[in-house]
Nanobody
Framework: QVQLVESGGGLVQAGGSLRLSCTAS????????MGWFRQAPGKEREFVAA????????YYADSVKGRFTNSRDNAKNTVYLQMNSLKPEDTALYYC??????????????????WGQGTQVTVSS
């Protein structure tokens, strides 16, 4: 089992940047596909980005493509979400999630058995 802890959220003005981090426990981090999801008030949780366990291939929701960058440092058991050109509509609670050896539909929340508690991102206009 893996435990995930997100950090890096905060309040930022529109057009600004934030970098979220998600650190995992355990010694097998490199075998986990890592996903980022977010949930805005009154809305369903949605896919943001994912990075595959092998080859570090990345995937993004259309709404963040070109603005967000997902990366990982296996030596530090950490995945990062660099968020640039933030918009008020990016305001949400951001979660990281993990699925071991997963290479399926990266946007499918049900495929990720492990979740962090979330970090709040608020973008003011």
């Amino acid at each position: 089992q893996v435990q995930l802890v997100e950090s890096g959220g905060g309040l930022v003005q529109a057009g600004g940047s934030l970098r979220l981090s998600c650190t995992a426990s355990g010694r097998t981090f490199s075998t986990y596909t890592m996903g980022w999801f977010r949930q805005a008030p009154g809305k369903e949780r949605e896919f943001v980005a994912a990075i595959r366990w092998s080859g570090s291939v990345t995937y993004y929701a259309d709404s963040v493509k070109g603005r967000f960058t997902n990366s990982r440092d296996n030596a530090k058991n950490t995945v990062y979400l660099q968020m640039n050109s933030l918009k008020p509509e990016d305001t949400a609670l951001y979660y990281c999630a993990a699925a071991q050896y997963y290479s399926g539909i990266y946007s499918s929340q049900t495929e990720y058995p492990y979740w962090g508690q979330g970090t709040q991102v608020t973008v003011s206009s």
